[in-house]
């Protein structure tokens, strides 16, 4: 069963910079189509943004324009650049096998999430 382990959160004041890395095991990763999440406590998971298998992006509006996916499949692993955070932008970031087509779009596959990572995003 696929494996994802997250890391590079912390705290950044409002207009920072963060990477996210998530490294994938158990599977082929370079088949998937991938995507970070992020919840903030009480709300649901919600999709920030998306990388197919060939490459393709796809971006939540609230992400448009300030972060990057990225992946290499060599290393088994997407990153997320993050830039111009925002207060609103504070959450756990998690990574997963994500449904890119129809729809679907958005839809988690894997039932196994990972620990995430905490991005606090202070004033």
């Known amino acids: 069963q696929v494996q994802f382990v997250e890391s590079g959160g912390g705290l950044v004041q409002a207009g920072g910079s963060l990477r996210l890395a998530c490294v994938a095991s158990?599977?082929?990763?370079?088949?998937?189509?991938m995507a970070w999440y992020r919840q903030v406590l009480g709300k649901q998971r919600e999709m920030v943004a998306g990388?197919?298998?060939?490459?393709?992006?796809y971006y939540d509006d609230s992400a448009k324009g300030r972060f990057t996916v990225s992946r290499d499949n060599t290393k088994k692993t997407m990153y997320l650049q993050m830039s111009s955070l925002k207060r609103e932008d504070t959450a756990v970031y998690y990574c997963n096998r994500v449904m890119l087509g129809g729809s679907h779009y958005g839809t988690w596959v894997s039932g196994s999430w990972g620990q995430g990572t905490q991005v606090t995003v202070s004033a």
């Open positions: 990388i197919d298998s060939r490459g393709n992006t």
């Open positions: 158990g599977r082929t990763f370079s088949a998937d189509d």
